[in-house]
T-cell receptor, first 115, second 109 residues
Framework: GAVVSQHPSWVICKSGTSVKIECRSL??????MFWYRQFPKQSLMLMATSNEGSKATYEQGVEKDKFLINHASLTLSTLTVTSAHPEDSSFYIC???????????FGPGTRLTVL | QQPVQSPQAVILREGEDAVINCSSS?????VHWYRQKHGEAPVFLMI?????EQKGHDKISASFNEKKQQSSLYLTASQLSYSGTYFC??????????FGSGTQLTVLP
């Protein structure tokens, strides 16, 4: 149980384009989903907390207009990187928390490369 | 505030033991331990909620000190599959986790 999927696994795009990443909880309903970014050999940095049906809460320094988050249902959250630039290239990972529980289950991650 | 993890890296032979520490300057609501292999997402190992708690599974266990500011992960009789980067994630409330910088564990045959 507690499986989280992400799509796509990897994406390569040109500078200036937008990329959408989907995060799905497959076998449970997630009232809260989290989006992280991880640069090579570094720790996971929380970007935003997404609650179903409400606006995401962004961490300090994360541009909400650049990283659009939508949590339309209890099983799906999306992250759209708008007008991507090479410095946005990173490993993006989502996690989902079971309602009322503390454990976060991570998706397999999406590797974004912006040329 | 990011928790401090130590050591940064450790190399072991199969069958040897290791301890990874995670410290915070503030009392924590919970500590979460994850293992991440290269190019993959972190895999949940365990969560500790109570001061003085110890728990484990197979040969991996963890403790949370009474003041809830320090946790240790114990790997006993390490196996090749234990190799990876271990992260502690700390929670001070609100369900958001702040992750330490990671400990790279390499188990050699």
């Amino acid at each position: 149980g507690a499986v989280v999927s992400q799509h796509p696994s990897w994406v390569i795009c040109k500078s200036g384009t937008s990329v959408k990443i989907e995060c799905r909880s497959l076998d449970f309903q997630a009232t809260t989903m989290f989006w992280y970014r991880q640069f090579p050999k570094q720790s996971l940095m929380l970007m935003a907390t997404s609650n179903e049906g409400s606006k995401a809460t962004y961490e300090q320094g994360v541009e909400k207009d650049k990283f659009l988050i939508n949590h339309a249902s209890l099983t799906l959250s999306t992250l759209t990187v708008t007008s991507a630039h090479p410095e946005d290239s990173s490993f993006y990972i989502c996690s989902a928390a079971l309602g009322g529980a503390d454990t976060q289950y991570f998706g397999p991650g999406t590797r974004l490369t912006v040329l | 505030q990011q928790p401090v993890q130590s050591p940064q890296a450790v190399i072991l032979r199969e069958g040897e033991d290791a301890v990874i520490n995670c410290s915070s300057s503030k009392a924590l609501y919970s500590v979460h331990w994850y293992r991440q292999k290269h190019g993959e997402a972190p895999v949940f190992l365990m969560i500790l909620l109570k001061g003085g708690e110890q728990k484990g599974h197979d040969k991996i266990s963890a403790s949370f000190n009474e003041k809830k500011q320090q946790s240790s992960l114990y790997l006993t009789a390490s196996q090749l599959s234990y190799s990876g980067t271990y992260f502690c994630g700390t929670e001070i409330g609100g369900r958001q986790l702040t992750f330490g910088s990671g400990t790279q564990l390499t188990v050699l045959p």
